[in-house]
């Protein structure tokens, strides 16, 4: 996935080393849940996990690549939870 690249590499480029590492960490923990849950799932909750990163980087450093990919990354996000969203039938009266 492209923007867990982008991520890790603004990790590695702010010294951010452990985070790297948690975020492979986590991206196997997610191998195994796309077959079992859905691929909406699985990419939803990963860049729910980078959005967090990225929050907590921007509280830690002044770089305006973090923001750029923080909006990139909440909005990936959020197109993938809209699959995840239940249909709600219409009423019939």
């Not at 191998?31 to 939803?44: D, N, Y």
Request: proline share 2%; aromatic share 6%.
């Amino acid at each position: 996935m492209k923007l867990v690249e982008e991520v890790k590499s603004l990790c590695k480029r702010l010294g951010e080393d452990n985070l790297v590492e948690a975020i492979d960490k986590f991206m196997l923990l997610n191998q195994g849940l796309e077959k079992t849950r859905g691929e909406h799932f699985a990419k939803a909750g990963i860049y729910g996990f980078l959005e967090g990163i990225l929050t907590t980087l921007r509280i830690r450093h002044e770089d305006h690549k973090i923001e750029e990919l923080l909006i990139r990354v909440k909005e990936a996000r959020e197109k993938e939870e809209i699959f995840l969203r239940k249909a709600r039938p219409p009423i019939s009266e």
